[in-house]
């Protein structure tokens, strides 16, 4: 494994029992390696598989299949020692509802050996420094999340797990997990971090694996997975656009007004659609192509998500 890995799996396999005595394969020979030092993103639609993924390497379920190293070392087989090092919400934490934030952080500081000043530290860190003393069960959901992601601080981990931590957060409080996020991989931690929401891990993520249906299909820095990604649009700008709309439109591609620009689709090489104009006497003052964004790239890699049925595999066709 690159030695630069917190966390790599390999041929990770796990399927649940499904109706009908069928099994339902939620993670289906996942590969995928996370760098260290980086906040990295673990996208895919719902039910690919993240949790599962997550809840195996860190011992909450069993793989059926596959191995995995987490901070160096294989797990679940060294997960006491590794676990030290690790922070994690993937379950929902249990609070106690009737402390307050600061006395549930208290109490698992304590477990951990760790002084009630580290305590103090973390609120500050999460930004509930000023309802620390509020009891638990009166807190919104956002607080209830930052609380999470201060118990999971609270070891200073190397690496910190989060499975989709902006639920349920506000703007502000989306702002402080990702200011927190990149504060950590400054102090040298690196960050796992899975969403189904593109935008979120565009903007947080330095790297990203994506999944679909439990199978890793691409992974690297944000950028390499949109490089080499043209979108197959140009954005142009002509004195006349509706005569350049008609005839580009005859020439077979698609274009629209976008604002003062036409936007043109299905072009496979710019320099056509420059030829086309010219030829007819209209010439471009201007041609901007369309970057792929993260969005259309992720739909194609992982195909439809609304009202997919679920894969659903006998036992023993595998
Ligand atoms: N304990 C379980 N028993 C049966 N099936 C399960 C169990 N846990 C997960 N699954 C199934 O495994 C598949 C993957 O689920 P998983 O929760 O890992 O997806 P996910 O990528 O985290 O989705 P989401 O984005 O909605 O959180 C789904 O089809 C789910 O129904
Ligand atoms: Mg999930």
Known sequence: MGSDAVLEVTGLRKAFRGIRGGRRVAV????????????????????SGKTTTLRIVLGLVR????????????????????????????????FFPA????????????????????????LE??????????????????????????????????????DEPMNGLD????????????????????VLLSSHILAEVEQVCDSVSIISRGRHVRSG??????????????????????????????AGFGARRDGTQVRVSGVTDPALVTERLAQRG????????????????FLELTGPTEARPEPERKEGTQ
């Not at 698992?108 to 305590?119: D, S």
């Not at 703007?171 to 690196?190: D, W, Y």
């Not at 490089?227 to 005569?243: D, H, Y």
């Not at 792929?292 to 790239?297: C, I, P, R």
């Open 28 to 47: 289906d020979g996942l590969d995928m390696t996370v760098p260290a030092g980086v906040v990295h993103g673990f996208l895919g639609p719902n039910g």
């Open 63 to 94: 793989a059926d299949a596959g191995a995995a190293r987490m901070l160096g070392r294989p797990v679940p087989a060294a997960l006491p020692a590794v676990l030290r090092q690790v922070g994690a919400i993937v379950e929902q934490p249990q």
């Open 99 to 122: 402390f307050s934030g600061r006395r549930n952080l208290r109490s698992l500081a304590g477990i951990a050996g760790l002084p009630p000043g580290r305590v103090e530290e973390v």
């Open 125 to 162: 860190l999460v930004g509930l420094r000023d309802r620390a003393k509020d009891r638990y069960k009166t807190y919104s959901l956002g607080m209830k999340q930052r609380l999470a992601i201060g118990a999971a601080l609270l070891r200073s981990p190397r690496l910190l797990i989060l």
């Open 171 to 190: 703007p502000a409080g989306i702002h402080e997990v990702r200011e927190t996020m990149r504060r950590l991989t400054r102090e040298g931690a690196s």
């Open 221 to 250: 820095s944000v950028s390499e997975v949109l490089a080499g990604r043209p979108s197959g649009e140009v954005l142009i700008r002509i004195a006349a656009p509706e005569e350049g709309i008609q005839i580009l439109t005859e």
């Open 282 to 297: 209209h010439y471009l003052a201007e041609l901007t192509p369309v970057r792929a964004d993260l969005e259309s790239v």
